[in-house]
């Protein structure tokens, strides 16, 4: 892992922690979906495989790919975008899926 995903996964660890996270409808749509649950997410961001950096969302956003194992051992992939408001930082989860 490179010191920019270091950096962003860090991040993402710190703003879940501190309840500085949104949930998109899509997101929870897709937790729903795939009977995913909070500590499968947990399990991602606590010991991931791969963590890529996605490039920009469209409003400029940092954008990252965390890949991981769910608590169940099925391997996942959470879409993140980094965020900052006048309160602080923010992550934005967008989308999880299960890796092919």
């Not at 997410?41 to 194992?69: C, M, Q, Y």
């Amino acid at each position: 892992m490179n010191a920019a995903a270091k950096v962003a996964l860090a991040l993402i660890r710190e703003t879940i922690a501190a309840g500085h996270y949104r949930m998109t409808t899509h997101f929870r749509q897709r937790l729903a979906e795939r009977g995913i649950l909070w500590v499968d997410l947990l399990s991602v961001f606590e010991s991931p495989t791969a963590v890529r950096d996605a490039g920009d969302d469209d409003h400029g956003r940092p954008k990252w790919n965390i890949a991981g194992r769910a608590a169940d051992g099925e391997p996942v992939e959470v879409v993140c975008v980094l965020d900052q408001d006048h309160q602080g930082r923010w992550t934005i989860l967008i989308t999880i899926f299960f890796e092919q």
